[in-house]
């Protein structure tokens, strides 16, 4: 950050904050340590049938257990798995509706506040909201940036 509190992107599509990062990596997932909470988005039904929700579901269960948080559009619903956390931002009612980046952002927030309590170090995620759900990435990334730039939180994007 500069002195007028500007968050830099510098090489390697790295995004810096004093402690905060958001730091962008080609590979799977799922191959980031064991000590790393996993994020990505669903549905409030809890559908998890296409895209890499259906990965998530495969590894970690738990369909009745996150149904029966009652999460919300703007919610995020919680498993935890051994030392991590499993985040589940829901950003959308029915699995075939859009999220909006409103919805992206409040759950974003509600995973934040949460992360903070727990004191969680590191949260891996896909470009959340970016692949079959079709948000924009830049602006999802400005997203997560605007969020978490407060926090020293760091942040893996995967994509393959």
């Known amino acids: 950050m500069d002195g007028n509190g500007i968050v830099k992107k510098s090489k390697g599509n790295h995004v810096r904050s004093e402690g905060f990062a958001i730091t962008e990596v080609r590979g799977d997932l799922f191959t980031c340590s064991d000590g790393t909470s996993l994020a ?17 579901k495969t590894k ?77 990435w830049d602006r999802v990334r400005d997203i997560l940036t605007d969020i978490f730039k407060d926090t020293d939180i760091k942040i893996s994007v995967y994509s393959l």
Not at 40 to 56: L, N, P
Not at 62 to 89: C, F, M, N, T, W
Not at 90 to 110: C, F, G, I, Q
């Open 60 to 136: 970690f269960g738990g369909v009745q257990e996150l149904s029966e948080q009652g999460k919300k559009p703007g919610d995020v619903a919680i498993l935890k798995r051994g030392q991590r956390h499993i985040y589940y931002l829901v950003t959308k009612e029915r699995y075939w509706h859009k999220p909006t980046y409103l919805s992206l952002r409040s759950s974003l927030e509600a995973m934040k506040q949460h992360a903070l309590e727990h004191e969680v170090a590191a949260i891996a995620m896909p470009r959340i909201g970016c692949g079959l759900d079709g948000l924009v």
């Open 40 to 56: 990505h988005c669903i549905s409030q039904d809890v559908r998890m049938g296409k895209g890499i929700a259906t990965h998530f």
